[in-house]
């Protein structure tokens, strides 16, 4: 965050709270973010809570980062990125195409759990790409205010669902203040890395930028209104990783009951709370684990699509905002297509060995590379061969955002190497 106290001269208009931030952070938190803090909870009670809360500072510093290089130039992220030399587009191009179709198959089969496990008739796989369906036409043929309005609603289920659960599993108050220590238990290191690095989504951060303008807000004097929605979200997202630490740590660390890995894990909790509390908590809970997947599935359907849109359109030289790079463009609707049907393959057939690792190898690397390039960013004064791109001194990092950012890139860095070896490791001996 810039330590400047730049005064604008004009006020920022009127705003609601609902804003861009509340999307982005709805599009992270999906089930994977949900499980690694359940697992947390039931593993080593509350003594990470303060894991969890730090993981929700570092996506505002990231997701303020990108916010406020875009208000600050009137640009995208990757026109910033392509700024610092062609070997980022060499990078983004591979990643946003794998990652696009591993993710399509992992975000329909997230959502579709639930469901199946509410209706146990309907089939997993079928029901998966009924919903992937779904989701490109609410966004294809929707705005970007309905969208928003849609992920408010859903943020709207996942917190009803998952904090009467907290608050049903009765918190140790004393002890959640003991958890908010920085202390690591023992064996807890991954852990601690799948938390912090995982609360609140990876390349939808920098999707960031492209809701705001969508939203209207792409000046300098968005910039409070910015940071305030900013801050909101996140504080929203650390309500819902406590919540599940809390859960975790009351209904199965204090029963020495083992958390199952993977989304089946929270159909796991959903018969936990049938058992405890009846089984309207259960049905409650696989809602909101629903709503938490959906959101997610739409919010890349919206905010990557719109990345890939402007991927094309700087590599066709397209002036900056061209209809066809915004929602409802062509390239915007290619890539929506692109996340939904060639996915649809991977549901019906055994994942390919290679595009799998080549989703976690890329994936992994994506975190350091958007903190590493926000810190160069928000620094220099030029940006290489599009000056334009360059970030005006009252928007520029002071100590605090360097230092931040700096911490980002070596967390996401050690998530990033554990990471490969875990994927790699099956197949490269050495490792």
């Not at 993710?103 to 496990?117: E, F, H, I, N, R």
């Not at 070596?410 to 197949?427: D, M, T, W």
Request: aromatic share 12%; hydrophobic share 55%.
């Amino acid at each position: 965050m810039s330590d400047d106290t730049a005064v604008l001269s004009e006020r920022p208009p009127k705003w609601k709270v609902v804003g861009p931030g509340l999307v982005v952070a709805a599009t992270g938190v999906g089930a994977a973010d949900l499980v690694a803090t359940l697992v947390a909870g039931a593993k080593f009670g509350y003594t990470l809570l303060w894991v969890a809360v730090l993981g929700a500072v570092i996506k505002v510093v990231l997701v303020e980062g990108a916010g406020r290089y875009s208000l600050a130039t009137g640009r995208t992220i990757f026109e910033g990125w392509r700024s610092l030399g062609v070997w980022t587009t060499w990078y983004f191009a591979p990643y946003i195409v794998v990652w696009g179709l591993v993710y399509g198959a992992t975000a329909m089969s997230s959502s579709a759990l639930p469901l199946v496990a509410l209706f146990p008739d309907l089939s997993l796989r079928w029901t998966a790409m009924v919903i992937g369906v779904v989701g490109l036409l609410l966004v294809w043929f929707g705005t970007y205010a309905g969208f928003e309005k849609l992920m408010a609603a859903l943020v709207g289920v996942m917190f009803v669902a998952v904090s009467l659960a907290a608050i049903r599993a009765t918190p140790n108050l004393g002890e959640i203040v003991l958890g908010l220590r920085p202390i690591f238990p023992d064996d807890s290191i991954i852990n601690v890395l799948a938390i912090a690095g995982g609360v609140g989504g990876t390349i939808t951060l920098a999707a960031y930028g492209y809701w705001l303008r969508e939203k209207g807000w792409s000046t300098p004097r968005f910039m409070k209104v910015m940071r305030i929605d900013n801050a909101v979200a996140y504080t929203v997202t650390g309500v819902f990783v406590v919540a599940m630490l809390i859960i975790g740590a009351e209904l199965y660390y204090s029963a020495g009951i083992a958390a199952e890995t993977g989304d089946q894990a929270l159909v796991q909790l959903s018969d936990v709370l049938d058992d405890r509390y009846g089984e309207v908590f259960g049905k409650l809970f696989l809602v909101g684990f629903f709503a938490a997947s959906f959101s997610s599935l739409i919010g890349v359907w919206s905010g990557v699509s719109l990345m890939f849109a402007d991927f094309v359109g700087n590599l066709r030289d397209l002036p900056s905002g061209h209809p066809d790079t915004r929602t409802g463009g062509r390239y915007f609707r290619a890539y929506m297509l692109w996340l939904t049907f060639p996915p649809m393959l991977l549901l019906l057939l055994d994942e390919p060995v290679g595009l799998i690792l080549a989703y976690g190898t890329l994936g992994a690397l994506f975190m350091p590379f958007l903190a590493v390039t926000l810190l160069v960013l928000l620094n220099k004064r030029r940006a290489g061969a599009l000056p334009h791109s360059a970030v005006p001194d009252e928007w520029r990092n002071g100590w605090v955002s360097n230092g931040l950012l700096l911490l980002c890139a070596v967390l996401f860095a050690a998530l990033a190497v554990n990471e490969i070896r875990k994927v790699l490791g099956p197949y490269v001996p050495l490792w």
